[in-house]
């Protein structure tokens, strides 16, 4: 092969289309605990006690394991029958293998920016067309719009919403589900707001919602997550799935999470209480307008200063937090809820800055 030919050889076979999705940029830190790492809205208290010890005492990794016996252990978390679970590779696997079930090509798929980007990664990747329905300065979503839109096969939403971190309110989510679309709920927050549409799911065969291990339990690092859904869809996506979409790891970490919950669930508690006290904190300094956040982080308006060189002068500190490119987003940044004295840490650089 002339190194023409094998230079024109993978744009001939990769699909033109994937051309429209953003480059891949992931967020990489080599060494997380050598900074304060609040940036991606992770658990500053890690995972329990007994995650680590299970993983340092299974000796069966040389074995196949299925989700069966987990799913029913979470179904009992999560207040359904296991019938109604799909455990999957985080959210972002759960994101893409309801877009994948239900989308045609040409599918329209309703996305509310700003939000997770996965949804419109995912809806572009499987083939559908994504409009965008933008959310108001407030970040409220434009409810009309979207229930006028005609032919809409699925209508992508996170409550509550990551980067503003609020709620949409159960009106709002009861109008968009009459419409008869699947809504694809992402309570990947659910815990820190205490809030959820899950007693929706046996009345609303249109309803699925996305939850994750990642935040409440710390396990981002292990890709777990879930999927709450009607039995008829759970056996499609059952089919859709690998077999073993979710390692042994993430399997034995998510049933400890289950068995320790009230331990995780303790942590959540003390993240609320210190999400309150930043919000309170961080509006204090005079320059920064923080939004009520039902979240572990704080999406935060700034006044008179430019946010990527606040973002740069805390990286220099050793803090990472999260300043944004888009247009909407240029004056804000968003900072995880960290550890009390990581809070401390990030209030003093603040201060000083
Ligand atoms: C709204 C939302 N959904 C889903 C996810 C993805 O979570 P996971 O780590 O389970 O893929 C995130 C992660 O930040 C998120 O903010």
């Not at 996305?111 to 949804?119: I, L, R, W």
């Not at 589900?177 to 046996?202: C, Q, R």
């Not at 993240?271 to 320059?287: D, F, N, P, Y």
Request: aromatic share 8%; glycine share 4%; charged share 25%.
């Amino acid at each position: 092969m002339t190194n023409d030919e094998r230079q024109k050889t993978i744009p001939k076979l990769v699909r033109a289309d994937l051309a429209l999705l953003p480059d891949y940029t992931p967020a990489h830190v080599t060494d997380p605990r050598a900074v304060i790492k609040l940036d991606s809205n992770e658990n500053a208290y890690g995972p329990s006690p007994r995650v680590v010890q299970a993983l340092s005492d299974t000796r069966t990794w040389q074995f196949y394991f299925g989700q069966d016996d987990v799913r029913e252990q979470l179904a009992r978390y999560a207040n359904v029958a296991p019938e109604n679970i799909v455990i999957t590779n985080g959210g972002d696997e759960a994101i893409d293998l309801v877009l994948r079930a239900v989308l045609e090509h040409g599918d329209v798929v309703i996305d509310a920016p700003p939000s997770f980007e996965m949804y419109r990664i995912s809806a572009l990747a499987n083939r559908a067309r994504v409009f965008d329905v933008p959310r108001d300065e407030n970040f409220a979503l434009d409810v009309e719009t979207i229930c006028q839109t005609s032919n809409v096969k699925v209508i992508c939403l996170a409550s509550p919403n990551n980067p503003d971190g609020q709620l949409l309110p159960r009106v709002d989510l009861l109008r968009l589900l009459e419409l008869g679309a699947l809504v694809m709920l992402d309570e990947a927050y659910f815990e820190y707001a205490g809030e959820s549409a899950v007693d929706l799911i046996s009345e609303f065969p249109n309803l699925v919602l996305v939850r994750t291990f990642s935040k409440w339990a710390g396990l981002a690092g292990l890709r777990v997550g879930y999927i709450v859904a009607s039995p008829e869809l759970c056996n499609a996506l059952h089919k859709l799935r690998a077999p073993y979409n979710v390692n042994w790891a993430g399997l034995v970490a998510a049933r400890e999470s289950l068995n320790d919950a009230e331990y995780l669930l303790n942590n959540v508690r003390a993240t609320i209480a210190e999400r309150e006290r930043m919000c309170i904190e961080l509006g204090k300094l005079g320059w920064l307008e923080p939004i009520p956040s039902k979240t572990n982080f704080l999406l935060l308006r700034v006044r008179g200063r430019e946010p990527q060189a606040i973002k740069q002068s805390l990286a220099q500190r050793g803090i990472l937090i999260r300043a944004f490119k888009s247009p909407r987003l240029k004056e804000y940044i968003r900072i995880s809820i960290g550890t009390p004295q990581q809070n401390e840490i990030v209030l003093n650089a603040l201060r000083n800055l």
